[in-house]
């Protein structure tokens, strides 16, 4: 199995969650299924936004934390989640977005994709919060693996991810 590369488009000011998303899929780094990469592992000197968009073009999966920060963000908003989306339809890698605070997405470019967590409510929102990470990461690590099979994620016209009827059970919000 290919070890998938993910990365992680969010905004700064929600980089606690980031790290939290991290420390669940610990164990999916350790056993080689993803290999994580997120800016700040950007060297002293680099050319940051080169560093970015290497990362961005790169990855097989990239992960998009959605909140008002992220959304205000020209950044995370007009720069990667464009490209994402872009790489994503050509089918080149698959985007996830990661619902982690209530905000309105509707008319956003990825509400058409299935989210994380799986059942619609935004991270901080469940209870225990832990609950979220780890059905986010279980979801991340599903996909990953479906792909690193050589599985490739259907996508209709409509966009919507669709796994294939021997990756169970498929990642839904109903």
Known sequence: MATQRVFYSYSHEDSNYCQKLRKHLALSERNGIIISWFDREILPGSDWAYEIDEHLNQSEIILLLVSANFIS????????????????????????????????????????????????????????????WEDTAKGVRKVAETLGKGIRIPRPKSGAIILPSHASPPLSLA
Do not use: T
């Open 73 to 132: 963000s020209d950044y995370c908003f007009g720069k990667e989640m464009a490209r994402a989306l872009e790489r994503h339809d050509a089918e080149e890698c698959l985007v996830i977005p990661i619902f982690i605070k209530p905000v309105d997405y509707s008319g956003a470019p990825f509400a058409r994709l299935q989210m994380l967590p799986s059942n619609g409510r935004a991270a901080i929102m469940w209870r225990p919060q832990d609950a979220a």
